[in-house]
Each structure stands twice: as C-alpha cells, then as structure tokens.
C-alpha cells in the first residue's frame, strides 16, 4: 500500500554548494526538491564582501537548472575585517539573509575566521540594530578541549555571554549536535533558533569510529553518543518551532574524504527528504515533518514559507539512489543512511 504525505515545499537553511564544476554537479540534487537555501560562504577565498556575495550568487543562477523556482540566499563570511557599513547594505539591498561565524580553525575554509569576538563586536552590534541573521558554528577550537565537548564549551564561553551582551541579536546555532546544544536552544525565548542536519538524526559517533573507520560519516561538529542523537530526534520531530532543517549537505571528493587527513562534510542533499521522512515515520511524527523541514525555519528568518508543496510517497520496496554524484573533480559519495529508503519525492 501507498502512504503519501503533501506539505509545503522544504528550504535547505544551511547548504553547501561550493563553486565551479562542483557547483554545478551538486546544485540540482538540492534545487529538485527545495524552494530556497542559505548558501554557506566557506569557498576559496571566502564569501567576504557584498560584492563576492553578489558574484557568486550570479555564478549559482547560472548554474540552476532551467525549470526550477529554487532561490540561492546568499551568506557574508565574517572575517575581523569585515565592514559592517558593507554588511548593513548588503542587508538591505535583500542581497544576504544572514552572516556565518566561523570561529578560525574550526572546520573546513575556516582559517579566516574569527579568533577573537572582541574584533568582531561592531558588526554584530549593527546586525543586532538592523535585525540581520548571524549564523554561528558553534564549537571552540581551543587544542585542550575534546572535540566531543567544543560544542557544549563554546555554548558556555562564547554563545551565551554573546546573548547577554546584545539580546536582540537574531541567531542561528546551527548544526547542533549535543543535548547541551537542544537544551540551550530551549531555554531561549527569543532570537534564538537551530539547525539540526539529516545525518545527525541518524548516526551517532559509533557510525564513524566502531568496526572500522567510515571517512563518509565524518562531519564536524562530529556525531557524538547516542544519547545526543537522541535529543536531536526529539527536538526536530517535537514540531517546536526554534528547530528547523539545515541539512548542511558538504560535498567533497572522495579522493579528498579518503586520505590520510580527509576533509569533514557528509553529502546528503540527493536523499535527504527520504532519509527525513523515515525518520519522522519511525518516531510517529510524520505529522510535524513540514514544521520541521518547511515552516520553522521561514519563521526564524522571518520569510513567507514557500507557496507550492511537495508530496512524499511511500513505495512497497526500496528506492534506489546513485551511490555518488559524478563531478569533473572526481565522484561525490552521497550519505548511505544504513537502512533502506522507502518515501521518495514524488
Ligand atoms: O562537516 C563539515 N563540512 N562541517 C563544516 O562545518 C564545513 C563543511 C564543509 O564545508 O565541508
Ligand atoms: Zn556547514
């Protein structure tokens, strides 16, 4: 028997789409099924000014397929340097809808990001006053901290003092991975949302570490134990409305997942919506799907949700999906979620 479910069309509130060939080979696994993205800024070199922005937005436009609604919206790299006079017009210009705080060092192209908020205070000031979005990686870099705990440190040592400093600031922690993480996210009554990712509501750290390493599940923020797993699950399933899909979909190669130090990023863009549904569907909550992953994160970015909708069938047997994305770089893994997908986007 056929189950199916219509609901308004998902946005991708963290996606990476970097440039070139890879852009362009990437770009429709997400512009498919998705009405909107917000477009991670991490290329080389970043996304820094306006005018990069508006640049590599024309690059994403002509890279989209030819029948497609999908809208790119566009992300500043906040360096030290940057100028909040150039972000503020950017702003209004309705060029950007957010800026992404990378603290430097912490993941992928993130080297010139920001190693000391002090030296970033006045454009979060002005963000704070114009009500623009700022999207944080929230995890410290600091050597002596476990990378299983730079989530939780960072909430404590950086993200909450930032909140008491300038509470009207609008912020997005996103990719979350923690209990920490939810319980944070909770406790804020305003101007405070989440992200959480497709595979983080799937896999815990045993995917990547337990029976052999698997470079296709390593992400960062890395999954941690299967008790933040499951916090994760039921903050995106609860249907609350500070957590939304930010699937942060971070295609490498997989010359570039398999070496000896190989890049962090887990592609799932291809599968994403089946790999959702199943999952609400396994926590009864197949009901709260569209809040998550179509209407809570429009409301923290404070846009319409999309107008049309898309409808999820569930087939009799499992539905087949490339096992990677060709590119002129070489193949792009797509995430295998360890199960078999049944809804597919019909
Ligand atoms: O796993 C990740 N990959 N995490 C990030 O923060 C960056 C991303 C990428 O750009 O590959
Ligand atoms: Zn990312």
Redesign the pocket.
Known sequence: MTKSITITRPDDW?L?LRDGDMLRAVLPETARDFGRAII?P?LVPPVVTSKDAAAYRDRIMAALPTVTSFKPLMTLYLTERTDPADVAAAFEDGLIHAVKYYPAGA?TNSDSGVSNIKNVMQVLEKMSEIGLNLCI?GEVTNPEIDIFDREAVFIDTILDPLRSELPDLRITS??ITTKQGVDYVKSADQNLGASITTHHLIINRNHILAGGIKPHYYCLPVAKREEHRLALRAAATSGDARFFLGT?S?PHTDANKLLPCGCA?CFTATNTLSCLAHVFEEDGALDQLEKFASLNGPAHYRLAPNADTITLQKENSAVIYPKSIATADGDVTVFDPGFDLRWRVA
């Open positions: 963290h990476h991670m991490n993941t990686h996103e990719h942060d971070a990023g």
